[in-house]
């Protein structure tokens, strides 16, 4: 075999290499764009959601606003019915650096800091009627994360304004 020979070969060789390639792209963009229209059918808002696809995995990343549609994206995960593992690691999203902040209204007392989403956790301190708070994460739809000073607990909506 020549020396042009195998040059030809190696080219030849090189070119089946990209054109699989190509085509594993293609199918794993297929993989991803279906995997976002799947999401999105059963309900999840997929704005700041990333998903990528490799070593035959799925991966999601970034953020959703409230706890119901996390809930919602753990839930399309779980009965998703995919042959391939999905790592799935979205979470609330962090509000902390949009600096929102509400304000306290109650009928007068202080409102309970509780522990966890729910009357059921401990509380664990109180914010005076009127005290600005700052909005950290959007648990539940009746139920956020605030923080003011040293404080930081859960509050219902019912409870809180927006400034």
């Not at 962090?94 to 007068?108: A, L, R, Y």
């Not at 509380?123 to 648990?139: D, M, P, R």
């Amino acid at each position: 075999m020549s020396l042009e020979d195998i040059r030809r070969k190696a080219e030849a060789a090189a070119r089946d290499a990209q054109a699989n390639l190509s085509r594993d792209e293609n199918v794993v963009n297929t993989e991803i764009e279906q995997s976002y229209k799947f999401l999105q059918e059963k309900g999840v808002d997929t704005t700041s959601i990333n998903i990528g696809f490799e070593d035959n995995t799925f991966k999601l990343n970034g953020t959703v606003e409230t706890g119901e549609k996390l809930q919602t994206l753990n839930q399309a995960v779980e009965n998703s019915g995919s042959e391939n593992p999905i790592i799935n690691n979205v979470e609330l999203e962090d509000f902390t650096p949009k600096n929102i902040t509400m304000k306290v209204k109650t009928k007068g007392s202080n409102l309970n800091v509780r522990a966890g989403a729910g009357t059921e956790n401990d509380i664990v301190g109180k914010f005076a009627n009127g005290t600005e708070v700052q909005l950290v994460k959007k648990v539940q739809e009746d139920w956020y994360l605030m923080r003011n000073g040293e404080t930081e607990g859960y509050c219902h909506t019912n409870f809180l304004t927006a400034e």
